[in-house]
T-cell receptor
Framework: DAGVTQSPTHLIKTRGQQVTLRCSPK?????VSWYQQALGQGPQFIFQ???????QRGNFPDRFSGHQFPNYSSELNVNALLLGDSALYLC??????????????FGNGTRLTVT | AQTVTQSQPEMSVQEAETVTLSCTYD???????LFWYKQPPSRQMILVIR??????QNATENRFSVNFQKAAKSFSLKISDSQLGDAAMYFC????????????FGTGTSLTVIP
């Protein structure tokens, strides 16, 4: 049973560039959430995708955008990278029909460094 | 936004001993769910234990248990018979029907297990 997979593992970009991170949800899951975890901080919610649409969004600028594909996989795009975007980006999947006490299932994250 | 506070940035425990990690949260809601996640160096967030606010009984999962004090808005994690593999970052998280799909995480506690 494949868990949540993310690619790439590490990424180094320059300020002003654009980046795309990818995520495949756990088998049987249809919802993907993205979190940003800055160094020494807890994860912060960016947005969630379900049925190929953004269902909920956290307090992140429009530079952060996403997409969900028919196979439920997802991409996180960040434009005009800033040094402050350097962080671990975590993808988490869940099933839309699950209850509120259901946990998120996380991938191993993508470490983005902006220089 | 919901606030989840972990006031202990670092904790240490002798192998086989017991340690308690603290978490407090700020909410005006009565229906919510609390989680403890573990993040080892592999970076993957792993669910440790969860608690529904409407349940008075404290959750227990093998060596892990919680002390849920709803009136005090406190949700501490007790790890008994600590093992070397318990060394990790531990995050407390909050979710409610009002926050929808967004989990709110604390800043984490780094646990060191001393052989």
């Amino acid at each position: 049973d494949a868990g949540v997979t993310q690619s790439p593992t590490h990424l180094i970009k320059t300020r002003g560039q654009q980046v795309t991170l990818r995520c495949s949800p756990k088998s049987g899951h249809d919802t993907v959430s993205w979190y940003q975890q800055a160094l020494g901080q807890g994860p912060q919610f960016i947005f969630q995708y379900y049925e190929e649409e953004e269902r909920q969004r956290g307090n992140f600028p429009d530079r952060f955008s996403g997409h969900q594909f028919p196979n439920y996989s997802s991409e996180l795009n960040v434009n005009a990278l800033l040094l402050g975007d350097s962080a671990l980006y975590l993808c988490a999947s869940s099933w839309a029909g699950s209850s509120y006490n259901s946990p998120l299932h996380f991938g191993n994250g993508t470490r983005l460094t902006v220089t | 936004a919901q606030t989840v506070t972990q006031s202990q940035p670092e904790m240490s425990v002798q192998e086989a001993e017991t340690v308690t990690l603290s978490c407090t949260y700020d909410t005006s809601e009565s229906d919510y769910y609390l989680f403890w996640y573990k993040q080892p160096p592999s970076r993957q967030m792993i669910l440790v234990i969860r608690q529904e606010a409407y349940k008075q009984q404290n959750a227990t999962e093998n060596r892990f248990s919680v002390n849920f004090q709803k009136a005090a808005k406190s949700f501490s994690l007790k790890i008994s018979d600590s093992q070397l593999g318990d060394a990790a970052m531990y995050f407390c998280a909050y979710r409610s029907p009002r926050t929808g799909n967004q989990f709110y995480f604390g800043t984490g506690t780094s646990l060191t297990v001393i052989p």
